[in-house]
Structure formats: C-alpha cells, structure tokens
C-alpha cells in the first residue's frame, strides 16, 4: 500500500458524506487531518465503517507506516474488532479509533487517540485535543483537512 495522500487515496475508498469526529463535522470527503500532504487517518464509508490508519515511523524524517489498511491490522500489537455497524482500532496503549456508522453515508468517531502512533491528536463525544488546542462543534466541506500540520522535513515513505 502506498503512502495516503489526496492524489493517492486507495482504489477501495469510498468517502462519507458526513464523519462527526468528537463533536467537529467533516462533510463532503473532508479529512480530519493533513500532515504536509499525507492524510494518516482515512475513514470510508461501508457495512462498517472503513479505517485506514498511518503512524509516524520516524519522527526527524516524517516517515510514515501503514498501521491498519482497510479494517486489516498490519501489525499483531494493533489489534481491529468490528462489530455490526463499528470499528475499534487498539494497541498496547489502548483505543486507538472507534467508529460507527449512523446512516448510509454517514459515522461518528467517538473515541480518539492518535498519540500513541507519533500524533499529539486525542478526543472524546464532545472535543478533540490538538497538541494544546481544543476543537468543539467545528465543520468543514469539501476536501480539505479540518487540522492541516506542515510537514517538518521532506517524507519519506515506507
């Protein structure tokens, strides 16, 4: 699997029309986050909602893994159940993403923790945490990222 970006979205995406993440609308193919170009979190639409997952490898390169590759674990530390209409991606450190549907094109993230993958990114229902700021209750249309972070030097992908 190739590294996710915008020009580079897997074959079997298909996007949602709305995705709740902690209280913040995503609506129209929007992504919760961008880093330089790579998107590390991908959530389609499906029977159960559809996870891909990237983790920062490498921290003074941006080097990026895939982690989870549509609903399938990579790794035996990180662990995928899914249960009717739901997602729970976990690791060691516990939920990674639970995610489940609420309508034909439609889910709600309501547990968030991306820290563990190298991304200061966590939440819960009601608000998300970035680094040291807090997002409630936020929308974005179209396909661009609610958090767009620079990428600190170039990536490289493995």
């Not at 609506?27 to 029977?47: F, M, R, S, T, Y």
């Amino acid at each position: 699997m190739n590294i996710i970006t915008k020009q580079t979205l897997p074959d079997e995406f298909k996007p949602l029309y709305e995705l709740n993440i902690c209280s913040n609308k995503l609506k129209g193919g929007a992504n919760l986050l961008a880093i330089g170009e790579v998107i590390p979190l991908l959530i389609g639409k499906g029977k159960i909602p559809q996870v891909w997952l990237l983790a920062i490898s490498d921290t003074s390169s941006d080097n990026f893994v895939p982690i989870v590759v549509q609903n399938v674990s990579k790794f035996s530390s990180i662990k995928v159940n899914e249960r009717k209409g739901e997602v729970i991606v976990s690791g060691p450190e516990g939920t990674i993403v639970a995610v489940k549907n609420t309508g034909n094109s439609s889910a709600t993230v309501s547990n968030l923790n991306l820290s563990s993958l190298g991304i200061s990114i966590y939440g819960k229902n009601g608000v998300l945490h970035v680094g040291s700021s807090t997002f409630s209750k936020n929308s974005i249309t179209g396909g661009g990222a609610l958090i767009g972070l620079p990428a600190i030097y170039k990536p490289h992908y493995t």
